[in-house]
């Protein structure tokens, strides 16, 4: 059977130039793919000055890195940077960095809706990066996949779509760059073009003319993530009388032997702890996944509202709109058609239709919440009061 082609079109049917069905099967965690015109026409909502503004900004996580190509030296700096910075930095060579983009400015975090052929809560973060001509983080590999779409300008890609490729680090620099570097494929992306990878492809980009590039990257916690957590969890809630017991106990051959039996019980003293009801086990995942990779915390405000004001508000055209850093997620309880709501690492149960939409929409009109039943109207309340939400009135400034 031949193998999938690694290019396609998506002018007819954007972003993927195929039925999402067909991308996870055939692409998603699997192998590489170029996609021309992913977004036709795109033109970046956000322009360099806006991003070398974010990047002074305290709290904005912003990276400069820099290639000097006589000596193949590369150097980081890490930000908030001084505004006078930028009007002296070099013609080339340079890219600058910022994380989190969508968490800054609506208009990146409505590209996340393109997504949604995944799971939203396995979508990290929109990365944006400002090259000058010939900027570049060099040759290097990811641990999660990611979607690294040409806003602005021209970039060069090459990959190494080969199994098994070399994966040494250059030892001599603080970027995990690779030691050596194969290129299979080579490709130059404009504006709306889209390259898909797979963790652990090798890739190198580098800016053809002074470039944007959105990188809508992945998150994916480790196994030691997983049981670390899941491990504190359930230290949390256990009963500190399940122990290991022995009411069994046989007169042992050798009294210093740690026997079969007694390995039996350890392993049964174990058990006694799992989550085997899949609700806890359910809820402790939905716990973890809003608060993984988490970079900034809701706060309460310090003008709290009557309930009857924020009501009236909302009927007035108000609406809520959701902290950009507080993460949703819900799941359907094993046991009938009740939900839970995870918010930022709290579950909060539902019935299903007001967690969905819930979970789905960043804004609650005064429509959405006249929909949703009492307990979620409730909810929305204690939500806004703990920060996870504020109240803007039509005409405020969106942007503050
Ligand atoms: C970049 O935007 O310059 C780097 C993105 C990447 O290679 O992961
Ligand atoms: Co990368």
Redesign the pocket.
Known sequence: MTSPPIEIDARDLPPLGMPPEQFLRDYWQKRPLLIRNAFPGFESPIQPEDLAGLACEDGVLARIVQHDRASDGWKVSHGPFPEEMFPGMPHQDW?L?VQDVDKWDADIAALLPHFSFLPRWRIDDVMV?F?APGG??GA?I?QYD?F?LQAHGHRRWQIDARPNPPLGYRPDVELRLLQQFDPSHDWVLGPGDMLYLPPGVP?H?VAEDACL?F?VGMRAPSAAELVGDWVDAMIAEADDGLRYNDADLQLPQDPHEIDAAAMDRVVEALNMLRMRDPDRLGDWFGRFITLYRVGAEAAPGDDPRSRIEIEWDLQQGGTLQRHPWTRMAWRRAAGGDDARLYVAGDDHPLPAADASSIAAEPTVDGDLYASLSEPARDLLIDLLAQGHYRLVMPGDDDDE
């Open positions: 890219t960095l990066s090259a570049s983080v290097h990811d990611v690294l890739h980009g590039t990188s």
